[in-house]
């Protein structure tokens, strides 16, 4: 077994890594990337813009971690060397995630010619024309648009407003693969989809609850406010199968105490849930909320509705089918819920642990009725935060990039732009990959992303991709989705500026609603282009008549000022370029208990417990401490003992009782796939298995919650065979 009981998050060994990655891109270059007025580019918890690049909304100093300064080192590479494309595709698909990372930035347009093996470098007059001339020859209902949560609102913006006069509502992005669930699971509770708090309001939490979540990897600022939770004298519960280290004790390296006493206690619980079973876990904690007389009884009854009807659920579940859904003793539950009732400010934070299930949103809203169960939404220092992923991917679905858009929000647009746009349901990231598998779809656009090694069951993605007859792919680097899956017919690859790149000013939003405006304006490479220049220049070329003037929008201030026309609780935006105020959207931070809902309560929902396999493994699939999405930065897992990119984690009886040990070579399997994994011991409950994204979509299914059309990447089930 590898030993993670001796292993710290963060510390000194972290900022050493930090160091030598800064010395890899230059003390200069990087000083310059980090201190610029742009916006993060890592996580959605978000930092920089004008307060500085290394300054939080609560003008924290400095509010840097390793993820920011990873992302930094892809865009400060150097062009990749044309000599790399005279190798073939084949000699492509070879390397791994890490080596593509590390070919260097895309410094050209590259074009693939139908049945060509290689990619052949072109002119951008070639790459737009051909582009154009591609798109006009597809009916737009058979092509989609698909975007990563890289871009800036104002790409994004322009982005889905093409699509839609182009004539397509097949427009979505990859929170159909991360946290819809979250959106669609907190519309129906509290009548907004997004997080119900601002980031000041961490620091007034006394209990902070981190559920299916992993910070210390993904999210490391977080752990600071953490941290500083349990100095005041606060709680820290986390509920996760597995026993993470960097979420036990963590050396927050801006702490000098937390370095010199060799890291800070993280978790003041540790609950390790079976995977899938978390609504059967917050239905106990609420039952035994409610049976040791710790609900908020005056919230409930001045603030919801439903209450009756949960209640009810609740009385009807009996502590046997909890413990038995779940595998934690109705005691430990019971200390959960008094550590609750003890709480006078507690804030839920959630990640894909709770949305990658078919009943993800199901599992949101267990964990907003157990908010409105003591009050704690509604009021300052409390209330609901999904942990989101990609620094812009919340700002990327407020400005319209998805299938289906508000219907005063798509009047305003039509109103604004003096077009009418296509009235039927756009298809979602999964449907869409359906649609060309069945042969259904003839083009696609791709912006950011690697949507290929994100997408469940390997040999579907592949499938459906390959169909696509013309791909056009905007990016800042090559991965691994621009050399698999490209089938016989044509692809474009175009070549982008980074964030702090850009020619004119952008925005983006955060996981705390927060806009933030980033100067761009650092010149690295000459041959890319911003998104928005690109679109513009299609735009332009597929559609001549349209009233929209798509190169107009090569000014930013331009695109900031329809989105404010458009899009509710925007509006600060049309002056942030000369105010240079960044601000919260209105009406999403709930300070006080009025919800978005049509009645203004905040709605209890009755949440059944799902159906979990018995007599095989449930496996989930998680990031490394060396990864972002799906960009691998290392190969081993520094908090997880070092663990390799194809290691599968099991609990120690389990292993036993399979006849497998540390180390052995496995053939793991699922009804959709197998793949070679390597044993390792890990704190799991019975019955849990782990291993890494992307490596192990080859084992999941493309079933999704039919609510929030996500797939189950964090409950498939899987069996050993051995290796021979």
Request: with cysteine; glycine share 10%; net charge negative.
């Amino acid at each position: 077994m590898a030993d993670t009981s001796h292993i710290v998050g963060g510390g000194p060994k972290k900022v050493l890594y930090t160091l030598a990655t800064i010395a890899r891109m230059g003390v200069g270059k990087a000083g310059k990337a980090l201190t610029a007025k742009n916006a993060c580019k890592a996580c959605a918890y978000g930092m920089g813009g004008q307060r500085g690049g290394m300054t939080n909304e609560l003008d924290e100093f400095p509010s840097v971690c390793n993820k920011s300064v990873q992302a930094q080192s892809t865009d400060i590479q150097p062009a990749i060397p044309h000599e790399i494309f005279e190798h073939a595709f084949a000699d492509l698909q070879e390397l791994t995630g890490k080596e593509m990372e590390h070919l260097g930035r895309l410094g050209t347009p590259l074009f693939k010619a139908e049945g060509a093996d290689h990619f052949h470098p072109v002119d951008w007059d070639f790459a737009i024309s051909h582009a154009v001339q591609r798109l006009k020859a597809t009916d737009p209902k058979r092509s989609f648009f698909y975007s990563s949560g890289r871009s800036s609102n104002e790409a994004g913006f322009i982005f889905q407003l093409l699509a839609r006069a182009y004539g397509t509502n097949n427009v979505n992005n990859c929170s159909y693969y991360c946290h819809q669930a979250t959106s669609e699971g907190l519309a129906t509770t509290i009548g907004k989809g997004t997080s119900s708090v601002e980031l000041e309001d961490l620091t007034g939490a006394d209990l902070i609850f981190v559920i299916g979540a992993n910070p210390s990897s993904n999210h490391p600022r977080f752990i600071h406010m953490l941290k500083n939770c349990r100095e005041r004298g606060g709680q820290v519960i986390v509920i996760n199968p597995a026993k993470e280290p960097g979420l036990v004790k963590f050396a927050v390296p801006k702490s000098p105490s937390s370095m010199l006493k060799g890291g800070s206690e993280i978790a003041s619980d540790y609950v390790q849930p079976r995977i899938g079973s978390d609504i059967a876990l917050m239905k106990g904690i609420a039952k035994a909320v409610l049976e040791l007389g710790l609900a908020d009884t005056g919230f409930i009854a001045a603030h919801t509705s439903g209450f009756a009807e949960f209640q009810a659920d609740l009385e009807a579940l009996s502590w046997e089918e909890i413990v038995a859904a779940c595998g934690i003793e109705r005691a430990e539950i019971e200390h959960i819920a008094r550590q609750y009732g003890r709480a006078k400010h507690a804030v839920f934070a959630w990640g894909m642990g709770m949305t990658h299930h078919i009943h993800g949103v199901a599992n949101v809203e267990a964990i907003a009725n157990l908010a409105m169960l003591r009050g704690m939404v509604g009021k300052c220092y409390a209330g609901l935060l999904p942990l989101r992923g990609h620094s812009n991917v919340q700002g990327i679905g407020t400005i319209g990039v998805k299938p289906v858009l508000a219907k005063d929000v798509l009047a305003k647009m039509e109103a604004e732009f003096g077009v009418k746009f296509p009235e039927e349901k756009g298809f979602d990231t999964m449907a869409c990959l359906k649609a060309a598998e069945a042969g259904d779809v003839d083009s696609a656009v791709i912006m950011g992303g690697n949507l290929w090694g994100a997408t469940p069951d390997r040999a579907f993605a592949s499938r459906a991709i390959e169909s696509i007859g013309f791909k056009l792919f905007l990016t800042t680097t090559l991965n691994m989705g621009h050399v698999h899956g490209l089938g016989e017919g044509e692809v474009l690859i175009l070549p982008v500026t980074a964030r702090d790149e850009e020619w004119e000013p952008t925005t983006q939003e955060s996981m705390f609603n927060y806009v933030r405006l980033s100067d761009g304006g650092i010149r690295r490479l000459e041959n890319v282009r911003p998104e928005s220049w690109i679109l513009g220049e299609i735009g332009e070329g597929l559609l001549p008549n349209s009233p929209i003037q798509f190169k107009e929008f090569s000014a930013h201030a331009r695109v900031r000022d329809a989105i404010a026309n458009i899009v509710p609780g925007m509006e600060e935006l049309a002056d942030i370029d000369v105010a240079k105020r960044e601000f919260h959207i209105r009406n999403r931070v709930m300070h006080t208990p009025e919800f978005g809902t049509a009645d203004g309560k905040a709605h209890f929902v009755v949440t059944p417990l799902p159906a979990l396999p018995r007599g095989k493994l449930t496996l989930a699939t998680m990031r490394s401490e060396g990864q972002f999405n799906t960009i691998i930065y290392e190969e081993k897992d520094s908090y997880r003992g070092g663990a390799g990119r194809h290691a599968v984690f099991l609990n120690g009886e389990d292993m036993a009782a399979f006849g497998v040990s540390e180390g052995q070579a496995v053939t793991l399997a699922s009804d959709v796939g197998r793949m070679t994994a390597v044993v390792t011991q890990f704190d799991l409950p019975r019955g849990s298995a782990m291993a890494y994204y992307p490596e192990a979509n080859v084992l999941v299914g493309t079933e999704v919650d039919p609510r929030s059309k996500t797939p189950a990447f964090k409950s498939v089930p899987v069996w050993i065979e051995k290796a021979a």
